[in-house]
């Protein structure tokens, strides 16, 4: 058993971390500090340091030799070639959420569509940000392919500690997620995959406007 738990802390410190991240509790380009970390999780040093390394393998943390630990800043070639991953390979995501979406599931998707539109209206507490990776996780988790899944996860975590708000408007991509819901829910998977890729190829479009 104490193996076990052993084995288990630093996924937990890994999947703590991430999530601070994601809320922005920890922004890009900002030290991480082993002491006040560990302080902070109430775990000792070594599986910080196994978190830390996991969290470098998905480009959400840089360790730079005598200097530390960082959360990555991306540079705008390296917010580009997400882009190119994320239109590759969430329109698979979306295609598979079709073929293999259950009720439940779907009914999680309409909930996580729904909170968006609500934060746009100002009655939800969660950034813009979370509640579109919400809805977009909620389409890789549908596609029953984990290793997707947690790649798109590190990718958007990344993606959203390096800017600030989205690149298109909310109310378009509110627009946008509403067809890619209902592409899903009548199983049309070649429909989904389409619309997914317009999204986020719409996106990266947006990107290539701004300014490093």
Do not use: W
């Not at 996580?112 to 990776?133: C, K, N, P, V, W």
């Not at 990344?158 to 890619?180: C, D, F, M, Y």
């Amino acid at each position: 058993m104490y193996q076990v738990k052993q084995k288990e802390l630093p996924e937990t410190v890994y999947e703590t971390i991430k999530e601070m991240i994601l809320k922005n509790q920890l922004r890009s380009g900002e030290k991480l500090s082993q002491e006040k970390l560990a302080d902070r999780l109430g775990v000792s040093r070594t599986p910080l340091l196994a978190a830390f390394s996991k969290l470098e393998k998905e480009m959400l943390v840089e360790l730079v030799p005598r200097r530390g630990a960082f959360v990555k800043k991306l540079s705008k070639k390296e917010f580009e070639d997400l882009y190119d991953l994320r239109m590759r390979l969430e329109p698979l995501g979306a295609f598979e959420a079709a073929n293999r979406r259950s009720d439940a599931q779907l009914a999680e998707l309409r909930q996580r569509h729904e909170e968006f539109e609500r934060q746009i209206a100002g009655t939800l507490s969660e950034s813009i940000q979370e509640a579109d990776y919400n809805f977009h996780m909620a389409i890789m988790r549908m596609s029953g392919n984990e290793l997707l899944f947690r790649m798109i996860s590190s990718f958007n975590i990344i993606i959203i500690s390096n800017l600030e708000g989205l690149l298109k408007e909310p109310t378009r991509s509110l627009a946008e997620h509403e067809l890619i819901y209902k592409a899903i829910a009548a199983g049309r998977s070649e429909e989904a995959e389409r619309c997914m890729y317009e999204h986020i190829a719409d996106a990266k479009r947006n990107l290539l406007k701004l300014e490093f």
